[in-house]
């Protein structure tokens, strides 16, 4: 079996063409964050709604088939989170 070659940068000419590109790919205005945007008093609008980030630790594998799954139906982690909550919070709800 043969081996890839792995990929290096060559000369230094390289390493500027890569940081220049960053640079400018960054630099687009769709690339900056707006003022303000991730602020608790400005929480981020997604499609008209304002949203919160939330985080948590789920297992590995349990993460790994959310991902692929919500990939495979073209779904947004938010959306399937979202969904995820409001069914476990109304549980909770019939249970009081």
């Known amino acids: ?18 940081v220049v590109a960053k640079d ?7 690339r900056q964050p ?6 608790k008093l400005h929480p981020r609008k997604r499609k008209g709604v304002a949203m919160d ?9 349990l993460a790994a ?3 692929s799954t ?3 139906q073209r779904l947004e982690l938010s959306q399937v989170l979202s969904e995820a909550v409001q069914l476990w919070l109304a549980r909770q709800k019939r249970k009081r």
């Open 1 to 18: 079996m043969t081996e890839r070659p792995k990929a290096t940068i060559r000369a230094p000419s390289q390493a500027h063409q890569v």
């Open 24 to 30: 400018v790919f960054m630099s687009t205005p769709a």
């Open 34 to 39: 707006e003022s303000g945007a991730a602020t």
């Open 53 to 61: 980030r939330l985080s948590g630790y789920v297992p590995g594998d």
């Open 65 to 67: 088939e959310l991902r």
């Open 70 to 72: 919500a990939a495979a």
